[in-house]
Nanobody, 119 residues
Framework: QVQLVESGGGLVQAGGSLRLSCAAS????????MGWYRQAPGKQRELVVV??????NYADSVKGRFTISRDDAKNTVYLQMNSLRPEDTAVYYC??????????????WGQGTQVTVSS
């Protein structure tokens, strides 16, 4: 059973920053894709950023403001969010796809962490 545990959400003013963390219960080399998705109230869950192999894909709405990174020794993926906007308000979910799978999003989800950006 894979567990992904997010942390780092909170309330921040527009223009501020937050860093989200996603700690995996097993070696993240066992995943061929990891990323972040978000879901705002009344909206569908959407991709924020995903790393697959050597490629990183960001949603247009966050390009230049958000950065994904990973610490393999800690089995943790991070999402640095700068210049936050009220429209970034959502529950943010970590996602992972195991080796041998090809569909996105992957089958593993964290519990989500709330990010609220005030204007």
């Amino acid at each position: 059973q894979v567990q992904l545990v997010e942390s780092g959400g909170g309330l921040v003013q527009a223009g501020g920053s937050l860093r989200l963390s996603c700690a995996a219960s097993r070696n993240i080399f066992s995943f061929n894709a990891m990323g972040w998705y978000r879901q705002a109230p009344g909206k569908q869950r959407e991709l924020v950023v995903v790393i697959t192999g050597g490629t990183t894909n960001y949603a247009d709405s966050v390009k230049g403001r958000f950065t994904i990174s990973r610490d393999d020794a800690k089995n943790t993926v991070y999402l640095q969010m700068n210049s936050l906007r009220p429209e970034d308000t959502a529950v943010y979910y970590c996602n992972a796809r195991p080796m041998g799978s090809f569909a996105l999003p992957g089958p593993y989800w964290g519990q989500g962490t709330q990010v609220t950006v005030s204007s």
